[in-house]
């Protein structure tokens, strides 16, 4: 069993949808939770990010995180076809030596269409 | 230009030949890793260096060796290349975690845009 599980999609909505995007997780050491957006051919780069439980929003983003349920999740208000990309959850341990040492996702591909 | 440079950006090689991936930094991160994707299975940690002294196998080191030759480059090395080690290579760097408390710095790693390696 992978550590981090995400549904891969692919994931198809109008424009205009919310969208839901989820992850589960085995590791209950897991403090930190992130959000990575990767347009095609290019590099992940940071989207969101939570320390421990609770929700966080920016914008037309939310993530929550449940660690009773170890299960994440990032909503997108009002989706628009920039949002097309694959999204990939990331989870680190707290500890100065494994900042940085992330658990991935395998990733979901969303595509928002006009 | 990037902060995160890597060469080649896309490289097609044969089975058993010598592969080296090169990565450059501009971002003064002291922290830098090589990272693979596979379809459905997201990104895979291969090495990890916290400084030039500091080199530390990840998830999935065998059949791969790196370098830091200096704080801003650290190359990854296929010394005999096979068809299963065809995928996407990501360098990524990170800047020092506070640990006084709740970091100052969430540890975002910075990506570079990738390496595509197809080996035949």
């Known amino acids: 069993q992978k550590e981090v599980e995400q549904d891969p999609g692919p994931l198809s909505v109008p424009e205009g949808a919310i969208v839901s995007l989820n992850c589960t997780y085995s590791?209950?050491?897991?403090?930190?939770f992130m959000w990575y957006r990767q347009y095609s051919r290019k590099g992940p780069e940071l989207l969101m990010y939570?320390?421990?439980?609770g929700n966080k929003e920016d914008g037309r983003f939310t993530a929550q995180v449940d660690k009773s349920s170890k299960y994440i999740s990032l909503f997108i208000r009002d989706s628009q076809p920039s949002d097309s990309a694959t999204y990939l959850c990331?989870?680190?341990?707290?500890?100065?030596?494994?900042?940085?040492?992330?658990?991935f996702g395998q990733g979901t591909i969303l595509t928002v269409h006009p | 230009d990037a902060d995160v440079t890597q060469t080649p950006r896309n490289r097609i090689t044969k089975t058993g030949k010598r592969i080296m991936l090169e990565c450059s930094q501009t971002?003064?991160?002291?922290?830098m890793y090589w990272y693979r994707q596979d379809p459905g299975l997201g990104l895979r940690l291969i090495y990890y260096?916290?400084?030039?002294?500091?080199?530390n196998k990840g998830e999935i080191s065998d059949g791969y060796s790196v370098s830091r030759q200096a704080q801003a480059k650290f190359s990854l090395s296929l010394e005999s290349a096979i068809p299963n080690q065809t995928a996407l290579y990501f360098c990524?760097?990170?800047?020092?975690?506070?640990?006084?408390?709740?970091?100052?710095?969430?540890?975002?790693?910075?990506f570079g845009e990738g390496s595509r390696l197809t080996v035949l």
């Open positions: 990524a760097t990170s800047d020092q975690f506070s640990l006084a408390g709740p970091p100052v710095s969430t540890g975002e790693l910075f």
């Open positions: 939570t320390y421990s439980s």
């Open positions: 590791n209950s050491a897991f403090q930190y």
């Open positions: 990331a989870m680190s341990v707290a500890g100065g030596t494994s900042y940085g040492k992330l658990t």
């Open positions: 971002k003064g991160h002291d922290r």
């Open positions: 260096s916290f400084d030039v002294k500091d080199i």
